[in-house]
Structures are given as C-alpha cells and as structure tokens.
C-alpha cells in the first residue's frame, strides 16, 4: 500500500513574504479587484513576478494566462496556509509601557490574534485592567495557557527579565514567541522565535538617510571647491 504523499514544506522565505501578499490582496480586495496579474502583485510588494509565482505555486496556485489569479481565492489560499482559518489567542509577559501598548491594540484581533492574557511580575501591576484585559501575576502563566490553549506569547519586558519571560513560557507550553526585548533568547529546538528589533529597524532607516544626506553633501563639497 503506498505511503500518503507528505505536504511540501514552504520555504521559510517564502512564509515571510506570504503576509505581505495577504495584506495587499485583501486591500485590493476591498477596493473591488477581482483579478491580478502576478506582474501587479509584484510591483505591489517589490519583488519579481517570477518570485511571486513561484511563491503561489507552493498553495498550488498558478493563476489563469491572460487573467490572473482569482482575488478573493487567492486570500483564502493564503489565510489556510497561513492558518488564519480560526483564532489563535496570545499571551503578552509584561505590563510596562509596551505591553500595555500592545495589549490595547486593536489590530491584533483583527488579524486574529486576540490577547488571551497579561501577566507581570509586579504585584502593583496585577489586577489592574489594559484594553480589557486584566493582569494577572505571571505565575498564573501555566494555568491561563493551559486553559485557554495558546501557543503564541509575546515577551515585551526589560532585557534583564526577557529570558526568565522565555523560560517561564516554554514551562507553560508556550511553542511561538515573539520577542520585543533586544537579546537573543535561548530556548529548545522546537520552539520559533521571531525577533523584532525596533532599534536595528532604525538603523536600517538612518543608513538610508546618511546615504541621501551623504549624496547632497557630497554635491555641496564639489561646488564648493569648483
């Protein structure tokens, strides 16, 4: 008897840009575009349209010559693979300046990830209620991810608590994590970390401001001297 045939495993590159495509498939969604061509997605996410459709093969779309891809088919496509299909409630470890920004909001049960818990170390933070959600102390971490089964937490302490935060999540049954704290985290093989940086980003925009800065200097020096 044959073995079933086991699901192709995206490239992790290609999972990155999914959501990109998602976003602005569903803006163009909303503006009433039935169709688009791979040349147009493309253009709209600055990648090549070869890449954009070998991307697409991977949900085994292919699009139709002379017409596009279908929109709206190509949303759910991408939100299967995604699995945006349901919910998936997450769990912010602390009640500082920006977990009480993030736990308020609202664009995260939008996209379909409600804030299923807060939780600090800090008794003068617990009780206290942020975007509906009231804080509760971080060793009720276990009890609140077993009951309302989330696997995504979000680390949003100071760098000196952010590796407690992860070790104390992976404890609790936590397998995603999405760490704001500017260290890199030690955690077991299996469970995904993405980082995100907002100082790197920031450098990454000053290198292109020095740039354009750096070229009308440039130009200002040459006619000084000419």
């Not at 070790?167 to 999405?178: E, H, Q, Y």
Request: some cysteine; charged content about 20%; hydrophobic content about 40%.
């Amino acid at each position: 008897m044959p073995k079933p045939e086991r699901a192709r495993r995206i490239p992790d590159a290609t999972v990155a840009r999914l959501p990109v495509y998602l976003q602005i498939l569903t803006d163009q969604a909303d503006e009433g575009v039935d169709n688009l061509s791979s040349d147009q997605l493309a253009a709209l996410a600055g990648v090549n349209s070869a890449k954009v459709r070998k991307d697409l093969s991977y949900l085994g779309s292919y699009g139709t010559r002379g017409v596009g891809y279908e929109v709206p088919y190509l949303v759910y496509q991408i939100r299967r693979q995604l699995g945006l299909t349901h919910d998936w409630p997450v769990v912010i470890v602390g009640a500082g300046n920006l977990g009480q920004a993030l736990a308020g909001y609202g664009g995260f049960s939008e996209r379909g990830f409600p804030v299923g818990g807060l939780v600090d170390i800090d008794e003068a933070k617990v009780g206290t209620v942020v975007g509906g959600v009231r804080v509760r102390h971080i060793d009720e971490l276990p009890q609140l991810v077993q009951s309302k089964r989330i696997s995504i937490g979000v680390v949003a302490t100071p760098p000196s608590g952010s590796q407690d935060a992860a070790d104390r999540m992976v404890a609790a049954g936590i397998t995603s994590i999405l760490n704001f704290a500017p260290v890199m985290l030690a955690v077991p093989r299996e469970v995904q970390v993405r980082k995100v940086d907002l100082a790197l980003e920031l450098q990454i925009l000053c290198y292109h401001e020095q740039v354009r800065a750096g070229g009308t200097l440039r130009a200002v020096s040459r006619s000084a001297t000419a």
